[in-house]
């Protein structure tokens, strides 16, 4: 006797036997009970969902006479009359299936619409079965359409295919259309447990699992999947060799990974992927298994109840729960966007290895470092300390912490300017005196003269745009006092300044600066107004104290700190205020809705609780007046004000501008 595959075997034989497909089957079921009967149907939708199945099922309906040969029109077909029978093995003369994709000319759908005229020979309707009808030619949907329109009362059109739009709208609004969706692995891992419990094959849940995926909502797959699976395990399923036979990527090594990755571990990382190297794995594969766990960690994240409410019995599902606890929840859509890019990638790089591993380092180059002391900026202090290239520091302008203009008379003789005036070298991390900021010690960028060396173009303000000639360097000839002012050694040596030479074999000192004259002015005590240079305080820097506010501002810093709350959960936590404390329980208040989340109010919850405050917490939605971030941004528009009146009052800076036409750039003074 010869072997009936699975996906024949059990091809469902009523309404009853569908799965997957509840809207098709109620919306049939109920147009026959009512006899609502329409004279075309179209049936779209992947391989594999059903669309021949159904439409068999429906000719049998149609055709029904019954156990006792007095049946009629009927929802359940017996299955046992003659015309159920006949159906189910292909041979009922009243049910008509032609494949569209060989017979796809006009002459093969004229040839079929010829026996439209004559009455059911056997049943009570003629049924007219055409598969992949998308395949038509242009002429043969011509040559259907005024038939399809008005056929005979005893005729039924089915139509079946997997591409809807390749399919004319004058033949889709002459069809009643049913799209048959793709099934869910769950679906599939039901109807594939009750077919091998059947069959009597000895099964292990993972390996159903791992086939119910592979099908990808195609039960006709699942089942071939199966046939093949029990010939490779010689009339069994186990989990290792579905997978061997799949090629699939044991998600151990997925697991592994996103473990790795939501600890910052990039020698796992990197280590795991040379064993999916060694053992012949599909970085592709695992990029696609990959995104399917952060999709369910994704949700999980979403909707904790469905976290805890996972099956036991599923290690996976378990897996993907923990480590939905593990990864917050803005590196999992980061990291599941870098998997579904990634896979792009992969065919771009000469090896799809090393792109897999570039794709997953990717993570950690964009996660943030547990430490702040790690952080790849270079503070302040650390630019400073930093070594600069001779060639590279002798065009830029230094810090030079020079002294204000001494009020000297005009009696004293040229002399006293600037040759008799030894060059100077400091160090950038010699100590500073207390009191205002000199400009010697800004950015580059924040000041600027006009024609100095190395200074910004951007910054620069030319006597050409006013139209006034550049001030001459005092040379003492009219007895104007000269004050010292810090340029380059290269400046100084263009002026005519003698600078010592250092000899060779030794080491090249860091780039001494030489004091160069620069006229003053007439009335030394003159002082220039301070320019407006900071905007007016921002509506979201001002805030009104409240009694609450400051033991808020110091919890949320303090929690901050500690990097016990980010992303969503940080941004709360800034933007609420601290309305009321009553014992363990907070009220806060928050002025968008899109920060109250359950997620994030948890998550706030839990690390209050863990740093010894509050248990509980209730977020409602209104006006903030006093929150943590308003606090920190008054703070902040208070330090620029106070950076920016310090270097307006410098003398220093006040004598380049008045002397030398340097302006302030503006936005370019920043606090310590």
Known sequence: MSYLVLARKYRPRNFTEMVGQEHVVQALSNALTQQRLHHAYLFTGTRGVGKTTVSRILAKSLNCQGPDGNGGITATPCGVCQACTDIDSGRFVDYTELDAASNRGVDEVQSLLEQAVYKPVQGRFKVFMIDEVHMLTNTAFNAMLKTLEEPPEYLKFVLATTDPQKVPVTVLSRCLQFNLRPMAPETVLSHLTQVLAAENV?????????????????????????DQAIAFGSGQLQEAGVRQMLGAVDRSYVFRLIDALALGDGKTVVETADALRMNGLSAASTLEEMSAVLQRMAVYQAVPQMAQAVDANDPEAVEAARLAGQMPADETQLLYSLCLHGRGELGLAPDEYAALTMVLLRLLAFKAPADPAEKKTLTRTEAAAAPVPVAAAQPAVAALQAPPPPAVSAELPPAASAPSMPATSVSPAAAQPPGPVPAAQLPAQALAVPGEAGAPAASIAPWEDSGDEPPPWPDGDDGSVSAPMALPASVAEN?????????????????????IPVREASEPSERLQPLPLSAPTPVSARYTPTEEGEVWHATVQQLAAAEAITALVRELALQSQLVARDGAHWLLRVERESLNQPTARERLRAALEAAGHATQISVEVGRVID???????????????LAEETVMNDPYVQTLMRDHGAKIVPGSIKPL
Do not use: C, I, K, Y
Not at 495 to 515: I, K, L, T
Not at 627 to 641: G, I, V
């Open 627 to 641: 929150s943590p971030a308003r606090r920190n941004a008054a703070a902040a528009a208070e330090r620029q004000r």
């Open 495 to 515: 002026a005519g300044q003698n600078m010592p030479a250092a000899s060779e074999g030794q080491a090249q000192p860091a780039p001494e600066f030489v004091a």
């Open 202 to 226: 000895p099964a292990e849940p993972q390996a159903l699992r791992l086939l119910s995926r592979a099908a990808r909502g195609s039960m006709r797959d699942a089942l071939s999947l199966t």
